[in-house]
């Protein structure tokens, strides 16, 4: 292929202009999540070749299935490109660890190659978006990312040409914290036990976009882990995607394909499916009766008491390791609401020093416990944003700096970040009416999405 691009692994995408030059969110090898994930489908020798191969590598955010240092250590590219994010975590890790970096700026073109640019957007929750121009061709890699303000900007792009591509995640809802118990410890059944209909959700992401196609992505894993295997049953093979997608003006593409952006030819690339082996926790560190010391607690309790916005919104946070409860108190006397967090001693520690706590919420080991009232989200929008992206990611623990960081993506986009705001205030709205399982809700939220299409 002279000039093109493919689609493989689980949020990999592979530029060429007559030469590899571009791979994105490359996890090649290993497992992610403290073992948890590893990978649906096989990467085929010659797409890991031109990966190898390619100039530059680059890295939308810091969840293992996208940055993975030992994957890095098999590539051969000249630069990482990032996106512009306040603390810039990312780019110091990379820079210490002896990499060339390269933080694009927000929302401007840059060339890679003669026939190749890229247009980067940093978002105020820690996560980036790649616009890929291919030979005049442009490629929508959303990945992970959820619209924070951006969305219309990027629509105003994707009018520009006549053929686009959104790559960007999807499925039945498993890659976030869906490992949760009631006080009575009874697991409360997560969202993705209901297997919606993915394709609904893709049709609609592709009208509020406007591309022409659409290509399942950044959801490629299945559970290892003999203490997170049990939620294998959630994830989203990639025959799910085409259940219940119509559209109008979109097509939806297989999942692994290469499309010469010359010829405007598809061709599918159909790797070999991973054959999944259960692995003990005992193989990634963790043991379960392991207990923590008291110069650890006291660590737990450093980790966490700083994060500010956690004591206007929670009393208490409890971690419990070996059986042993260690409660940390973040409003005296009162204990109405709060976390019980259930977790190994080797992965909760190791998520505490290197800040990246996410990565146990993601990896559906760890149980969770809610006491007190929660809405819908569960662990949405008081927890997960302000300890997993702008703590640790963005390094925003207190008002003041909480103050500065948002200010600093404010003034990327003003009108576009005060829209955002109301909307998510409307959406948040929306969801505390009626019960996600309700007919009342389905219809109010499929409301929503249309009238932000229009």
């Not at 110091?92 to 890679?112: A, M």
């Not at 959630?234 to 297989?254: A, C, M, N, R």
């Not at 916005?309 to 204990?335: C, P, Q, S, T």
């Not at 600093?408 to 970040?417: H, S």
Request: glycine letters at 6%; proline letters at 4%; a negative charge.
């Amino acid at each position: 292929m002279d000039v093109g691009f493919e689609t493989v692994g689980n949020a990999t995408v592979i530029c060429h202009d007559r030469v590899p030059v571009l791979v994105t969110d490359p996890w090649l090898t290993g497992a992610a999540y403290f073992g948890s994930w590893t990978f649906s489908h096989d990467i085929p020798p010659e797409q890991m070749e031109a990966i190898q191969n390619c100039e530059f590598a680059w890295i939308s955010h810091g969840h293992p299935d996208h940055l993975c240092g030992d994957s890095l250590k098999l590539l051969r590219v000249k630069t990482i490109l990032l996106p512009d994010h306040r603390g810039n975590r990312i780019c110091d890790d990379l820079k210490g660890l002896g990499y060339n970096v390269q933080v694009l700026g927000n929302r401007v073109w840059t060339r890679l190659s003669d026939r190749i640019r890229v247009l980067s957007i940093a978002d105020y929750n820690q996560d980036g978006v790649l616009l890929i121009d291919v030979n005049g061709r442009l490629i929508v890699n959303l990945n992970d990312a959820a619209d924070h303000g951006w969305r219309s900007f990027v629509r105003s792009i994707v009018k520009q040409y006549k053929t686009s591509f959104l790559l960007k995640l999807a499925g039945f809802g498993d890659a976030d914290m869906i490992n949760f118990f009631d006080e009575s410890g009874t697991r409360i059944l997560p969202s993705a036990a209901k297997r919606e209909p993915v394709g609904e959700g893709i049709a609609i992401e592709a009208s509020l976009y406007g591309t022409k196609y659409v290509v399942p992505f950044s959801s490629m894993h299945r559970y290892q882990r003999s203490d997170s295997v049990w939620a294998d049953v959630y994830t989203t093979d990639i025959t799910d995607y085409k259940v219940g997608f119509s559209s109008q003006s979109s097509e939806l593409l297989p999942a692994f394909i290469r499309y010469d952006c010359e010829r405007d030819r598809l061709d599918e690339i159909n790797p070999p499916r991973r054959t999944i082996t259960v692995h003990k926790p005992e193989e990634f560190g963790d043991n379960w009766s392991e207990p923590l010391d008291a110069a650890e607690v006291t660590e737990l309790s450093q980790y966490f008491k700083p994060i500010s916005h956690l004591h206007e919104h929670f009393d208490f946070l409890n971690v419990r390791v070996d059986g042993k409860d260690n409660v940390i108190e973040l409003a005296k006397n009162r204990f109405r609401r709060g976390i019980t967090f259930e977790v190994p001693r080797n992965s909760l520690m190791t998520a505490v020093r290197y800040q990246v706590f996410d990565d146990l919420l993601i990896g559906n080991f760890m149980k969770t416990t809610l006491h007190g009232k929660f809405g819908l989200e569960r662990l949405y929008p008081d927890f997960t944003p302000y300890v997993a992206k702008y703590a640790d990611n963005g390094k925003a623990r207190t008002k003041e700096e909480l103050g500065q960081y948002f200010e600093a993506y404010r003034m990327q986009a003003p009108f576009e970040y005060f829209r955002h705001a109301i909307e998510t205030k409307s959406k948040r709205a929306i969801v505390s009416l009626a019960s996600a399982d309700s007919g009342v809700y389905r219809m109010l939220a499929r409301s929503y999405h249309f009238m932000k299409s229009l």
